[in-house]
Nanobody, 114 residues
């Protein structure tokens, strides 16, 4: 049974930082391209960043230079370091394999507000 558990969200002021974690069980992230997604209120879920099994990364234009995706295969965990956060980054953040092929977790809420 696959479980993806996201954590690390919270309320932060504009310009602040957060580090999200995604602990996976039931799958080996070392053999999966992984990704972070987000869903803002009233909007569709969107891909934010992805990382291949060889650690090649990709980012949506709106987060380039501010977010960094990484992976720790030994801990079976994927991370998203988010810096210089903006109100438009407010959303529930989820991790999954690159094409969302596993069951979605509960996500972690990120709220950027002064």
């Amino acid at each position: 049974q696959v479980q993806l558990v996201e954590s690390g969200g919270g309320l932060v002021q504009p310009g602040g930082s957060l580090r999200l974690s995604c602990a996976a069980s039931g799958i080996r992230i070392s053999i999966n391209d992984m990704a972070w997604y987000r869903q803002a209120p009233g909007k569709q879920r969107e891909l934010v960043a992805s990382i291949t099994t060889t650690s090649i990364t990709m980012y949506v234009d709106s987060v380039k230079g501010r977010f960094t995706i990484s992976r720790d295969n030994a801990k079976n965990t994927v991370y998203l370091q988010m810096n210089d956060l903006k109100p438009d980054d407010t959303a529930v953040y989820y991790c999954n394999a690159r094409y969302g092929q596993y069951s979605w977790g509960q996500g972690t809420q990120v709220t950027v507000s002064s």
